[in-house]
């Protein structure tokens, strides 16, 4: 056999080869980039138990609304909350409103979540815009109604929060 013969043969084996890994290969999806869908929105009571040894003990209800797009960081669901709520602390109480920026991770059913916005405190001691930023794991099933949330933060301090979603 010539050298020229030779050449088609392996280009001829080449390309079905390449040929037969693209269609057997176009169609499947990578598990992790399967995003199982949540529901969008969601009404949260926080209580922070106990507080910071009882100095400092919040509680909250906000509104959570998620975008869950595929534009930017798709891996990520990102949300924004706005919320009021009440600190009683050691030497009175405060009246906050707060607004937070936050993504989640993970795709099933626990999620690491972390927020950063401002919160505003109205009267008492505590007057004034400060940042508002917390961490913590969320339980929330792709579809789910119920949302449980634990974690650390400001204004909330050490928080267990429990949310409907829909």
């Known amino acids: 056999m010539n050298l020229k013969l030779k050449l088609r043969i392996v280009s001829a084996v080449m390309i079905c080869t ?6 057997s290969f176009g169609q499947a999806t ?3 980039s399967i995003k199982p869908k949540m529901l969008n929105n969601s009404i949260n009571l926080s209580i922070g138990p106990g507080g910071i040894v009882a100095f400092y003990v ?6 959570e609304r998620m975008f869950q797009g595929e534009r930017f960081l798709p891996k990520l669901t990102k949300f924004v909350d706005v919320g009021v709520g009440a600190v009683g602390y050691w030497e009175g109480e405060s009246a906050f409103v707060f607004s937070r920026y936050g993504i989640l991770t993970g795709h099933k ?4 979540e972390a927020t950063l916005g401002a ?11 400060l940042p508002a930023a917390s ?20 204004p909330e301090a050490i928080y267990v929060s429990w949310g409907v979603s829909f």
Do not use: E
């Not at 919160?119 to 007057?127: A, E, P, R, S, T």
């Not at 913590?136 to 449980?148: A, C, D, E, I, L």
């Open 18 to 23: 390449l040929l037969w890994s693209v269609t």
């Open 30 to 32: 990578a598990g992790d």
């Open 58 to 63: 919040p509680a909250g209800i906000f509104y």
């Open 109 to 112: 059913k626990y999620h690491l």
């Open 119 to 129: 919160v505003g405190y109205l009267n008492g001691d505590i007057v004034g815009v």
């Open 135 to 154: 961490i913590g794991m969320r339980r929330q099933k792709p579809n789910s109604h119920y949302v449980f949330r634990t974690g650390v933060g400001i």
